[in-house]
């Protein structure tokens, strides 16, 4: 598969919505973290850190999905696993810790405040990648 | 806050949304040109210029009330929800399926969230 040809499966069908709700994401936990860090950060410096790295990994997934190339396809593979453990690691310890986190982040108690859409997001996301992957559709069907 | 406008935005927001449902359903992107692609986008410009008179109208007011709210993150929000139309239109008509349609009801219920947790933060209520 070429590579125009790949950037447009990649973006076309499911995946504008998939890239529309991650940019979604990026902005909303960009600007939780912003705010966060930048007024009151001394209040539960590891839960805005990890907001911080949410927000960043949003950021690369989307760009990644965005660009749609077979390398930038790799490093959206890459943030959705880091994603995808965040949301588990930090929702599990969230809920039997919750003094460690005073403070709400996107990927607290699996996602929650969110819908819950934190923990399903980069499983869509993985499963897109996959689909859309060169060949896949060929093998798969 | 601000005499029910943000209510009322939020109902707006809601409706479009079904709207952008019905389009969905009926797999008819609202592309300009057509009568009814027209009316839904010259509806949802209200929307949108609806959201800009809260953001300056809640700017004045956050500039002029002396209780406790959290500024930076309510201005924020204020001007942050002027982002999520224009996107999703561009975002959506570039795509003429039924998914790219299915962006607008993400869009349209994007704003009445981002509307709910303004009134939320302008009043007080707990969370970031």
Known sequence: ?141 | MVDGLTTTLNWFALGMALWSVVLVILLRPPLPGRPDGWAFLGVLALLELGLLVQAVVGLARLAGTDREVEGLTFAGYLVGVLLVLPIAVFWSLTERTRWGVAVLVVGCLTVAVLNVRLAQVWTGAAGV
């Open chain 1, 1 to 141: 598969m070429s590579e125009p040809t790949l950037r447009e499966a990649t973006r076309s069908g499911p995946g504008r919505l998939l890239i529309a709700v991650y940019a979604l994401f990026a902005l909303a936990a960009c600007a939780r973290s912003a705010v966060q860090i930048g007024t009151h950060f001394e209040r539960a410096p590891t839960a805005y850190l990890l907001s911080a790295l949410a927000a960043v990994v949003y950021v690369v997934a989307t760009v990644g999905l965005v660009r749609g190339s077979r390398a930038s396809r790799r490093v959206a593979v890459v943030s959705c696993a880091v994603e995808l453990v965040g949301v588990v690691a930090v929702g599990a310890f969230s809920l039997l810790h919750p003094a460690a986190f005073p403070d709400a982040t996107v990927w607290s108690l699996f996602g929650r405040g969110y819908g819950f859409v934190p923990l399903v997001l980069p499983v869509l996301g993985l499963l897109w990648i996959r689909r859309t992957a060169p060949g896949a559709t060929r093998t798969a069907q």
